[in-house]
């Protein structure tokens, strides 16, 4: 009982606190709704004390005492490891771990401790972290290095110990917030869940950058207390809330669901994760068995978008280069093979074979149905009734005659459901319908500058200035038109999945997008790398910095994660305006690492997971590749994408991060990723584009600013600025 009385303060506390909203995924809190109610009757009175110190204490978070000297021998070696260079880099550190000047020892001791965890050289990190400590006993990054190191390697009262002695050195937020969380996390790795909890409550109630992360560990602490069970979907939901990234929010959420008998709701948060992950075998088998009792209709219960007819109806065209732009594509951006799909336009539809004409016209609101044919290969279109109006071999185009009506694709059907998004697409333009001997692939050829505001509407969000719409318009255009460019000799331009745009339909367009693409249609971006992100810390782009507060960032290993603990300045172009939705900004997962193992075994089989090794970075250290290191052998993952596959299914926010792998005894058995920003830190950030429009500035500024190298060309003019 006293478990549980503990966790319901906790959970009271949660319920008082502004900006958090209990209603972002689905059902997930369902089942949780007495216990919510019961927790609100908590006295309210010392809940009210805490949420007023967290909420107007705004000096506190966003106050930094960081900074990044490093001495100039260890800066210079640190200029190896930006280059790729780990093993000079290692052992050039090596060379000033006994320097005579205190301060370069300590900062090379430093240097070696947080790459030797790196490489999986545990007792020698907390050996070089000791002599980091001793020739520095003031610094107060260095006693928190060592807290976490030591954490790290399964040593948790001295981990706690040494978070414990760093609150002699230092009251800075920055510091103590991190200190707090090691230890709940060392209690929580040493089996006591009461006493990881008391330290969670501090973190729930007093830092928003972590909210997401300490949700999900209170309800991963609930879930395993018999006496708290109930409460675990209600913080999953919180977690969920302010970061629907949280794959392990999601998995846990899945398990307890599977747990409760909740058949529903287990099969949509499996099904997600397995959309996520579609060659895991043990999530292949939970797939299968919660379709078999949901029958024929399972796939009506996951989370797609259906229409029941056009919603856009009419929107004109304006005639611009054009895109062919392929439906349907999976994670690598493959087009996937349809078994079938509905037809149903807004206007008088046209069916034209490649070789034979016209061979069907149909009316508005009529809906047409195609499907593969596997005993003739080919494809039939059918109407309501089921009777086959034309059939098919060879590729065909299905368009509106008024080219500003449109085209709604409907209940996308897929051997594999979960390999693509099936979601219900409004179309502009033609669709060309090919059949193959699998199935029907489709790609939809159309106006760039009719597409641009359907892939400015999955993007914005709650993007709202006109200058920043306009400035995001651009980037999508010439991104738009480098890739039909480099792509013509292809059957396809883009996918609808592709890495920068992403297509969900028309009819997801508001006025806004159109005015917006309309109003900036003159200028396209030249000699730049045209892409986009949503938000953006203090490093953006590896030239830029998002805020006039400059943190004076200076790359190494350990400045890496110094740059990961600081609080976002509070002029940043991108801050939220709701102080507890930092999750875009800082954001925190852990990992099994059971499932890393299992993914990276999908190329090569590496056993036991040892250690996980940066190996080349960007020169403000973002990660580029990785190693991974097993008990038989090595794997090198060779693009940031890959990365996060492997490291969370390809959930994780960015590539700027740091690892603290949890281990028992050689194996790691958990991995901490603190990470800063989305995206891969180039392109237009939106977050960011938007605060500088707050501040007065027009398109044209947030272009140049993001885009300094850029040549901006104005093609009604042929000018270049």
Known sequence: MKKCLLLSVILGVAAGLPGLAWGAAETAADNAASEEEAVQTVSKSTLAATRVDSKLNETVLHKSVLDYYLPADIAAVAKKCAAGEIDECYFSFKTFE?????????????????????????????????????????????????GWILLSSGKYKKARKSFQDLLYLTADFEYVSSAKLGTALAWYLDGDKEKAATELQYLYTSNPYTISFVSYMLGRIASEMKSSRKLAPVFLQQSLTHDARNYAAVELFAQLSEKEKNDLRAWQYYATLYSLDPDNKDLAKKIEKYAKKLGDKSIDYLFYLRLEQPIVHEMLSTPSEKVKMALYANREQIPQELLSFSLMPSGTMRVEDEKLGEVLRSPSYIQKTIVFNPQTGGVDFTNDKGHVEFSAKRPFTVTVENPNKTLLVREATAQNIFAADLSDKELKGTLIVIPTPQGIKLVNEVYAEDLIPALLATQVQDITHDSALKALAVVFRSALLQAVQDHQDQPYHITDNDLHFKFKGINLIFKNLLDASKESAKIRLTEAQAGAYADCGVLTADSLENTADKPGYIFSPANVSKYLLSNPPAD??????????????????????????????????????RALTPTSFTEKGRILSMRFEGSKGSYEAKTPQEVAFILSAGTMRSNLFDIVPFYKGKNIKSVLVRGYDTGLGYGLCLQGADGLAKQGADYMAIIKYYFPQARILDTTTGTIK
């Open 572 to 609: 940043l172009y991108s801050r939220p305006q709701d102080p507890t939705q930092w999750a875009g900004i800082k954001w925190m997962y852990l990992y099994d690492g059971k499932e890393i193992e299992n993914r990276i075994a999908y190329k090569q089989n590496i056993g036991k997971l």
């Open 98 to 146: 006994n320097a005579s000047d205190a301060k370069t020892a300590a900062a090379a001791n430093l240097e070696l401790a947080v790459l030797s965890l790196q490489r999986g050289l545990v007792k020698q990190a907390v050996k070089y972290i000791d002599q980091a400590c001793a020739f520095n006993p003031d610094d107060p990054f260095a006693e928190l290095t060592r």
